[in-house]
Structure formats: C-alpha cells, structure tokens
C-alpha cells in the first residue's frame, strides 16, 4: 500500500491532531514528523489532510508548511527498528 512522511515545519501545528482524526493507525514520530497508509496520491492525501496549496490564482487547504512525500519500497537510512517494521508491513499491507 502507498505509504508517505508527511514533514510539518509549522510549531503551531501539531501532526497527531491533524492525522488522528483521519488515521488512527498512523506513526507519529514528532510533531514535526508522521507516516501514514492511503490508496491515495500524494496530491490527493495533501487535500484530504487540508495542506495549502495554490493551483494558478486559487489557494485551498488551511494548513501551512506541510510536505507530503511517498516514501518508496526500496527506502534505506538508520533509525529505531519500530519504523522499520511498519514500513515493511505498510508495503506489504493491501489496499
């Protein structure tokens, strides 16, 4: 299933209130920092969550200075092997 880091640079916007509602079973690693499972495209989870984006003179969304990234099968770095674990289940995991 397609999975993404959703990255918030914005202090006054904490991640768990805005994912939670939407995806109980997504992995809050910080306010800064979460992953989530969706069927969706990256640009499509970015409405869903509400994130500000601006299409030619039309601005939609209500959060700011949010990224959403797809993170890929073959992803490699260091980190607690917890993540690791729900990646691996995630990529697995059907739509």
Known sequence: ???YAILNR???QDLA???KPSFPEATIWSAQIAFVRDVAT???LS???GIRTKVGDVETGHLTH???IEVAPNYWGYTDAS???WLKA????SP
Do not use: G, I, R
């Open 1 to 3: 299933m397609p999975t």
């Open 10 to 12: 914005n202090p006054d």
């Open 17 to 19: 209130t805005v994912l």
């Open 42 to 44: 990256a640009a499509e």
């Open 47 to 49: 409405n869903k969550l």
């Open 66 to 68: 949010m990224v959403v």
């Open 83 to 85: 993540l690791w674990t």
């Open 90 to 93: 995630s990529f697995e995991a």
